[in-house]
């Protein structure tokens, strides 16, 4: 069936902040540093989830809502390039400019920022901020105070200052940043300037802790705001939501079907929801049609994250006992069946397996010695995996 309109579902990409639902204790605590950033006090929270927990798209949300209805000026910084201080600084300069060049603040910015801004023409004029090294050394020793500068320099005057720092993987073991970056918190707290700015931190909880190993006093400041699971209703409202811009019907069984598969995994939801708008030549989604969209589903998110690559390392009676256990389960038991039990002194050969697949967000630790799956559909494409015959790769 042709549908008008791009898809509401986007596996692996954050959602549009439009058909964002959900997560309301967690908005709650962000909007509640947010409020201690208006009133002139710089506020730090580390937003941490799992792989495929909604952690980007919960911040792109959170970003929209504090530019449209509390008059922040906003920048979402991906931080995957970074390694050093400088990086860091750099990079959340040139981001403001770029996250805000149709904003009414834009002329301001570049005449704030000066001959540190270099005109790109690709495909299109863009800017950039391109520092002298000089600049950057200024800017490491007195980091608050250029913050500051640029939110009492703007008119009209933003209610504070917001940055999204995401994905701080190559810094989060550096204790040269983690001491630096504790320096400048406590100069904020203590002798800097009132300052209404609001950081947070999106990641791992590993890159968290990693932090706070480096520096100790960070534990305390990084105050943890935690992204898990969806709950059912979470789960059913961005169903009905997304399905209702593309005008097809999806029925109670089928819905309920996406509700056991997906684990409360927003990746697993978007791609069920896509499979299902793929295979749709009537308006109407069933229950039967939503079990083959799984399947399509299933196949696609362990393509994603390469599970097809572990399975032959994995043909060890206890993983294919527990997998099948999770896939035989009947309708409304996955969720409750995902539990993968193991010892890895009794099976060694497993451990770098098991542990690669913690590492791609495929399966979670919920003690010492258990895991479970995050999704049932990645049960059901390891099983598909671990009982593939060889030969069928050679037809």
Do not use: C
Request: a negative charge; zero cysteines; glycine letters at 8%.
């Amino acid at each position: 069936m042709t549908r008008d309109g791009p898809s509401p579902f986007m596996p692996g990409f954050p959602v549009a902040p439009e058909l964002f639902v959900g997560r309301a204790a967690q908005l709650e605590e962000l909007r509640r540093g947010l409020a201690v950033a208006r009133s002139g006090r710089a506020s730090v929270m580390f937003l941490q989830g799992g792989r495929g927990m909604g952690k980007t798209s919960l911040a792109s949300f959170f970003r929209t809502e504090a530019e449209r209805d509390y008059g922040f000026l906003a920048a979402h910084v991906h931080l995957g390039g970074a390694h050093t201080i400088e990086d860091f600084i750099a990079q959340i300069f040139d981001r403001l400019l770029k996250d805000n060049v149709s904003r009414t603040w834009f002329n301001r910015l570049k005449e704030i920022f000066g001959s540190r801004i270099r005109q790109v023409e690709l495909f299109g004029v863009g800017v950039e901020f391109a520092p002298a090294e000089s600049d950057l050394a200024s800017l490491r020793r007195a980091f608050p105070e250029a913050l500051d500068g640029v939110i009492q320099q703007l008119r009209p005057k933003p209610e504070g200052l917001l940055l999204v720092l995401d994905d701080i993987n190559g810094l989060a073991g550096s204790a040269d940043f983690a001491n630096w970056f504790k320096s400048v918190l406590d100069q904020m707290y203590t002798s800097g300037p009132q300052l209404p700015l609001f950081l947070l931190f999106v990641g791992y909880p590993e890159r968290r802790e990693a932090l706070v190993r480096a520096q100790p006093s960070l534990g305390r400041l990084l105050e943890p705001v935690v992204v898990s699971a969806l709950r059912e209703d979470e789960q059913r409202a961005f169903l009905r939501v997304a399905f209702r811009t593309t005008g097809i019907r999806l029925t109670e069984g089928a819905e309920q079907v996406f509700v056991d598969l997906s684990g409360g995994l927003p990746t697993a939801l978007h791609e069920l929801g896509q499979a299902a708008l793929d295979r749709d030549d009537d308006g109407v989604i069933d229950e039967v049609e939503a079990r083959t969209a799984a399947r399509i589903a299933a196949s696609r998110l362990g393509a994603r994250t390469g599970i097809e690559r572990l399975a032959p390392v994995m043909s060890a009676d206890p993983l294919l006992t527990a997998v099948v256990r999770v896939v035989t389960a009947g309708p409304g038991q996955q969720s409750q069946l995902r539990h993968l039990h193991f010892s890895p002194s009794l099976y060694p050969e497993l451990r770098d397996a098991l542990a690669e697949l913690e590492s791609l967000g495929v399966v979670e630790r919920t003690a010492p010695d258990s895991l479970r799956f995050t999704s049932p559909l990645y049960a059901f494409n390891l099983l598909a995996e671990l009982l593939r015959d060889p030969s069928d790769a050679e037809r």
